[in-house]
């Protein structure tokens, strides 16, 4: 079992910051990948940003704004969102892909309950 602790969220205004933070806890031998997801009410979930094997990739309405980090000895994994627009208005929920175990099977995904971000029009 992995558990998350997400914080961060809130309501900000138009051009505004958020910093978000997730922190994961369990059975974790390692952690190959994190990164977040955001889905809006009414519209498909969305990959913000993914960070992992020394690289991080950004949906292309994110790019140049948010900014994705890891701390691999607290399993936590940030995204920093600048000049926020309604559009990121959305539930913002981490994950991680983790080994739990010694074999090499003993790996998966795992999902945070998430964070609203709203950012009124």
């Known amino acids: 079992q992995v558990q998350f602790v997400e914080s961060g969220g809130g309501s900000v205004q138009p051009g505004g910051s958020l910093r978000l933070s997730c922190t994961a806890s369990g059975s974790i031998f390692s952690i190959y990948a994190m990164g977040w997801y955001r889905q809006a009410p009414g519209k498909q979930r969305e990959l913000v940003a993914h960070?992992?094997?020394?690289?991080?990739n950004y949906a292309d309405s994110v790019k140049g704004r948010f900014t994705i980090s890891r701390d691999d000895a607290k399993n936590a994994v940030y995204l920093q969102m600048n000049s926020l627009t309604p559009e990121d208005t959305a539930v913002y929920s981490c994950?991680?892909?983790?080994?739990?175990?010694?074999?090499?099977?003993?790996?998966?995904?795992?999902w945070g309950q998430g964070t609203q971000v709203t950012v009124p029009s």
């Open positions: 994950y991680a892909y983790v080994q739990y175990g010694p074999s090499v099977g003993d790996a998966g995904p795992y």
């Open positions: 960070i992992g094997g020394g690289t991080s």
